[in-house]
């Protein structure tokens, strides 16, 4: 059997995303699984990949806990636990010359800043959703903000399962900031809370509205409310595969650029003519 073309480390293996990740390297033509990371503890360490993953057979990799031996046998790394978890990936990735996916979703400015200092270094591929549908709604969403004008209302409305532990949803916020630049405002005076005597509502402010329960995959809605009509853009996923084939077509197109700060819609830049 030829040798891939990439060879991709996956850390949190065991995870959901962490699996389907996995399948979708093992189906992905020209790409390999060449190592794999869980956290110190955790049960599937030394188990081989295949079977932590539910594979018809062993895949010759086993599950470490050295992140830095993980980023040294692979040509780009797909990290999509938690925010720390992420950072010491990133750290690791940034000694070895690494390119880097993040999927990880929920950090703080300060985290957000480490991982633009990295991207100076290296390339990282950093974005709120790696679904090829929610890169598409984005720019539809600029598109609509800037056409409807702010004679319409805006309303973003996510729904997730009950273990999704940051709200709103990283893609939720990713959606706010395209309406905004739709808009030509910023962020921040958005609305993610009303409870009690709020007032009426404010001309020109998005509002955030966040559901979580059962095994909800993610589900998006832009509402534009306008005096006599509605427009409503959304997107709905039913398995986590959309996100896994979007981060491996990034880590596929990461391999070749220079070191930058990139995210879904430079891989389908030229798609949607932006």
Same mark, same amino acid.
């Given at each position: 059997? /030829?040798?891939?073309?990439?060879?991709?480390?996956?850390?949190?293996? /065991?995870?959901?995303?962490? %699996?389907?990740?996995?399948?979708?390297?093992?189906?992905?033509?020209?790409?390999?699984?060449?190592?794999?990371? !869980?956290?110190?503890?955790?049960?599937?360490?030394? %188990?081989?990949?295949?079977?932590?993953?539910?594979?018809?057979?062993?895949?010759?990799?086993?599950?470490?806990? @050295?992140?830095?031996?993980?980023?040294?046998d692979?040509?780009?790394?797909?990290?999509?636990?938690?925010?720390?978890?992420?950072?010491?990936?990133? !750290?690791?990735?940034?000694a +070895?010359?690494?390119?880097?996916?993040?999927?990880?979703?929920? $950090?703080?400015?300060? +985290?957000?800043?480490?991982?633009?200092?990295?991207?100076?270094?290296?390339?990282?591929? $950093?974005?709120?959703?790696?679904?090829? &549908?929610?890169?598409?709604?984005?720019?539809?969403?600029?598109?609509?903000?800037r056409?409807?004008?702010?004679? =319409?209302?805006?309303?973003?409305?996510?729904? *997730?399962?009950? *273990?999704?532990? @940051?709200?709103?949803?990283?893609t939720?916020?990713?959606?706010? +900031?395209?309406?905004?630049?739709?808009?030509?405002?910023?962020?921040?005076?958005?609305? =993610?809370?009303? *409870?009690?005597d709020? &007032?009426a509502?404010?001309?020109?402010?998005?509002? =955030?509205?966040?559901?979580? &329960?059962?095994?909800?995959?993610? !589900? *998006?809605?832009?509402? =534009?409310?306008g005096?006599?009509?509605?427009? !409503?853009?959304?997107?709905?996923?039913?398995?986590r $595969?959309? $996100?896994?084939?979007?981060?491996?077509?990034? /880590?596929?197109?990461? +391999?070749?650029?220079?070191?930058?700060?990139? @995210?879904?819609?430079?891989?389908?830049?030229?798609?949607?003519?932006?």
């Amino acid at each position: 059997m /030829a040798s891939p073309s990439l060879r991709v480390g996956i850390v949190g293996v /065991a995870g959901k995303m962490g %699996q389907t990740l996995v399948q979708t390297v093992l189906e992905t033509p020209g790409v390999g699984l060449s190592a794999a990371s !869980e956290m110190a503890g955790h049960p599937a360490l030394g %188990q081989d990949v295949g079977g932590v993953c539910g594979a018809s057979e062993p895949l010759g990799v086993s599950v470490s806990p @050295d992140i830095n031996a993980v980023v040294g046998d692979a040509d780009v790394v797909i990290d999509f636990t938690r925010p720390l978890g992420t950072l010491a990936t990133l !750290e690791a990735a940034t000694a +070895q010359s690494v390119p880097v996916v993040i999927g990880t979703t929920g $950090f703080t400015p300060s +985290q957000t800043q480490r991982i633009q200092q990295a991207a100076q270094q290296i390339p990282v591929m $950093f974005a709120a959703n790696y679904s090829v &549908g929610v890169t598409v709604l984005l720019n539809l969403l600029e598109r609509a903000a800037r056409a409807l004008g702010d004679d =319409f209302d805006i309303e973003v409305v996510e729904a *997730h399962h009950r *273990h999704k532990v @940051d709200a709103p949803s990283g893609t939720a916020l990713a959606m706010g +900031q395209a309406l905004a630049r739709g808009r030509g405002i910023d962020l921040d005076n958005a609305v =993610f809370t009303r *409870h009690g005597d709020t &007032g009426a509502r404010k001309r020109g402010v998005i509002g =955030f509205q966040t559901l979580r &329960g059962g095994d909800v995959v993610g !589900e *998006h809605n832009a509402l =534009f409310l306008g005096d006599g009509e509605r427009l !409503e853009i959304g997107h709905r996923a039913s398995s986590r $595969f959309n $996100f896994s084939k979007g981060a491996v077509r990034a /880590a596929q197109w990461l +391999q070749a650029q220079p070191p930058g700060l990139y @995210d879904m819609r430079d891989v389908l830049r030229e798609a949607l003519d932006v």
